[in-house]
Nanobody, 120 residues
């Protein structure tokens, strides 16, 4: 059984910073891409940032230059450093990872989500 557990969310003023972490645990043989998604009230879930096993990154246009995704494969952990936060960044942030566990196939797993609230 694989679990993804996020931490680091909270309340911050506009212009501030937060760092989210997502640690994968359980029987893990390999992790492919890892990413962060967010969903604001009344809106669809959107991709915020993605990082491949090779370290290539992709960002939503709305966060480019402000957010940085990174990973520590020794810790099976992905991070999201969020700077210059804006009220429109307020959402539940969830991590996602493509993991090879007991099966020969990769399976996509989700974390439970962490709330990020940016006050104006």
């Amino acid at each position: 059984q694989v679990q993804l557990v996020e931490s680091g969310g909270g309340l911050v003023q506009a212009g501030g910073s937060l760092r989210l972490s997502c640690a994968a645990s359980g029987t893990i043989f390999s992790i492919n891409d890892m990413g962060w998604y967010r969903q604001a009230p009344g809106k669809q879930r959107e991709l915020v940032a993605l990082i491949t096993s090779g370290g290539s990154t992709t960002y939503a246009d709305s966060v480019k230059g402000r957010f940085t995704i990174s990973r520590d494969d020794a810790k099976n952990t992905v991070y999201l450093q969020m700077n210059s936060l804006k009220p429109e960044d307020t959402a539940v942030y969830s991590c996602n990872a493509l993991i090879k566990s007991a099966s020969i196939y990769f399976t996509r797993y989700w974390g439970q989500g962490t709330q990020v609230t940016v006050s104006s």
